[in-house]
């Protein structure tokens, strides 16, 4: 029988208020993948960190700002995911808190990631956040929230399994999110406490025995439409401009 695979993008906020959650994951990964080499998984790891203003994003291997470029270029495959445990850790705790979030767009960017093949990979993205998705500038959010449909498409079309730990505000984007197929929100508080009430240790280790016991998905990704916030567009990354974000 051969090993399973599983490729697995963490979507973390980095706004101020993240530093002890993001520490949080760093310290606790292991028991994921403990997890994951118990159950014969060939695994990748990966981490979409993002913060306004510009939608700045960082990943693994590229932590100078320009994994946007990367993404959207020539040869993508060649930049992203690592077998590495120390290496993800590293640049983990490289990161630096700054400004506020983008997580749509940020989760678009985790989304379009170059994951396996869709036949013989698990692809799971884990968005992390002590936000709701509705705390973005008002117009900015209203025009974002125009991009839920598609983005919902998207996880499906991929065979994308999408899990989101943070607050959910009663018919927002969370719980629209929630419907799709292989989607799990777990709600947390909305307070000045942030993730501080969230056993990560534990979160993580759940997180590997449910990628054990998920349903392979057998069938080819389906056609689906990429960098749905024109990102691929943005020419470096000190030209970033999102939705609501001045220049």
């Given at each position: ?69 990367l993404l959207y ?17 590293q640049a983990l ?86 419907m799709v197929d ?66």
């Amino acid at each position: 029988m051969p090993a399973r695979k599983v490729d697995i993008v963490f979507c973390l906020d980095t706004s101020d208020s993240m530093q002890p959650c993001i520490d949080s994951v760093r310290e606790n990964i292991g028991r994921l993948i403990d997890q994951l080499k118990d159950a014969k998984f060939e695994w990748r790891l990966d981490f979409v960190a993002h913060h306004m203003p510009g939608c700045r994003v960082y990943h693994t291997e590229t932590l100078n700002g320009n994994a946007c470029d990367l993404l959207y270029g020539n040869d993508p495959e060649s930049h992203f995911f690592t077998t590495d445990i120390e290496r993800f850790k590293q640049a983990l705790g490289q990161q630096k808190v700054a400004g506020d979030e983008n997580m749509l767009c940020a989760l678009d960017f985790a989304l379009d990631m170059p994951f396996g093949p869709a036949n013989t990979t698990q692809r799971v993205v884990v968005l992390i956040s002590d936000e709701p998705f509705e705390t973005n500038e008002p117009e900015a959010f209203e025009k974002a929230r125009g991009k839920v449909d598609a983005i919902m498409e998207k996880i499906r079309a991929r065979h994308i399994t999408f899990l989101a730990v943070m607050p959910v505000r009663d018919g927002g984007i969370a719980e629209k999110l929630s419907m799709v197929d292989r989607a799990d929100i777990i709600p947390v508080e909305e307070n000045d406490q942030g993730m501080q009430n969230v056993d990560m240790a534990d979160l993580l280790g759940q997180l590997g025995k449910t990628i054990s016991v998920t349903t392979m998905q057998s069938s080819g990704e389906e056609p689906y439409k990429r960098a749905l916030f024109g990102q691929d567009k943005w020419p470096t990354v000190k030209d970033f401009d999102h939705i609501g974000d001045k220049k």
